[in-house]
């Protein structure tokens, strides 16, 4: 039988992301991959602001289905058969997605739609047995369904019309748990904590990827060996900085019920999360271009992604961190502040070409 985690007494149902979950994330893996060769075929800003757009639908994709598995501690038949459905769906939007903006538009908005339509049907069904968790859902399914039928009409736009339309599309995707309310939505606290360290995790794992990548047949030069063990020992920072939170975020919010509890989720963690995530993504961008040519000066894209990634990682850490406890956290506030003086100073010294430069035809 399924318990309200969201009223007070009642843990005894949290539990960790089980086996299934872990399956349906595999997707994302390569999902997160593919954000980065969009970006990296594209080679310019406009690329880089279609990876951020395409990063908002992959995350958004994920988030819907974190809140979904807090609505149920048991996975059912219906799980069990749709969450491949859904997986199948997001793999084929995963594949279409370095071109989402191209030729395969159309592909991928049929795909993303399908995710969507998946997990409404799943919401449904998994919301059937309280009236509270059914109502709260039933007003999110607008702007749930908004978002992905925008993406599927920019399509047939060409651009910018199409960029425009996506735009829209992620501020209705975001907005709509802001404008409705997640009053009524269960949250496990161990489960969202858990789960969310999982997305992190894989985020990471995609730089760590991306340095290999980077560096593949260049570590005889000791300035790419020495590249490499730095861009390591950053995404280990990085690790570092957001894992220390845990045991305190989740007893934040075990110590919280109710609506207050489900808008510190919203908050911190489907909202907040992002900037981590894509701090991290485009972190991993841009040490990817700049690996291999260490020694070299590096062009400006490039080196907005790499130091503008780690500052928009730390600056996600520490919003995280002052909304689930209320306290800046200087250390992280001034490594922001830091990494991000860093871009200036490197324009200063070597202009501001506009796109990867010398590496674009490697990418």
């Known amino acids: 039988m399924n318990v309200n985690a969201s009223e007070p007494g009642t843990e005894k149902d949290d539990r960790t992301t089980d086996a299934l979950e872990l399956f349906f994330d595999l997707v994302f893996v390569f999902a997160m991959s593919q954000v980065t060769q969009l970006m990296l075929a594209e080679g310019s800003w406009l690329g880089l602001g279609r990876g951020a757009l395409a990063l908002t639908a992959v995350w958004w994709a994920w988030v819907c289905s974190a809140w979904l598995t807090n609505t149920t501690t048991d996975a059912g038949v219906a799980a069990r058969i749709l969450t491949p459905a859904a997986m199948a769906a997001m793999l084929v939007a995963a594949i279409a997605l370095p071109d989402a903006f191209a030729a395969r538009a159309l592909l991928f908005a049929v795909a993303f739609l399908c995710v969507r339509l998946v997990h409404l049907v799943l919401l449904v069904l998994d919301t059937g047995q309280s009236r509270k968790q059914r109502s709260a859902a039933i007003n999110l399914v607008p702007s749930l369904l908004a978002g992905p039928c925008l993406v599927l009409i920019a399509a047939f736009l060409d ?29 496990l606290p161990r489960y969202f904590v858990d789960r969310h360290g999982l997305i992190i995790i894989i985020a990471l794992g995609e730089s760590i990827v991306l340095v290999g990548t980077g560096a593949e047949g260049d570590l005889s030069q000791p300035g790419v060996l020495a590249a490499v063990v730095l861009a390591v020992l950053i995404a280990g920072q990085l690790w570092w900085s957001y894992f220390g939170l845990a045991d305190a975020a989740q007893a934040r919010l075990v110590s919280t019920h109710g609506r207050e509890r489900t808008r510190l989720a919203r908050d911190a963690y489907s909202y907040l999360h992002l900037l981590i995530v894509a701090g991290i993504v485009f972190f991993a961008l841009g040490v990817h271009l700049a690996i291999d040519i260490v020694l070299d000066p590096l062009h400006l894209l490039p080196a907005v992604a790499l130091t503008g990634g780690v ?48 590496c674009a035809a490697d990418c």
Do not use: K
Not at 162 to 168: F, N, P, S
Not at 169 to 174: E, K, P, S
């Open 311 to 358: 500052a928009l990682a730390y600056a996600g850490d520490v919003a995280y961190r002052w909304r689930d406890h209320h306290r800046i956290a200087t250390d992280r506030l001034l490594a922001a502040c830091a990494s991000a003086a860093l871009v200036s100073f490197r324009t200063r010294l070597h202009g501001q070409p506009h796109e990867f430069g010398p």
């Open 159 to 187: 651009a910018p019309y199409r960029e425009l339309v996506w735009l829209l599309a992620a501020l209705i995707d975001l907005g709509g748990p802001l404008v409705v309310g997640v009053g009524g939505l269960r949250v």
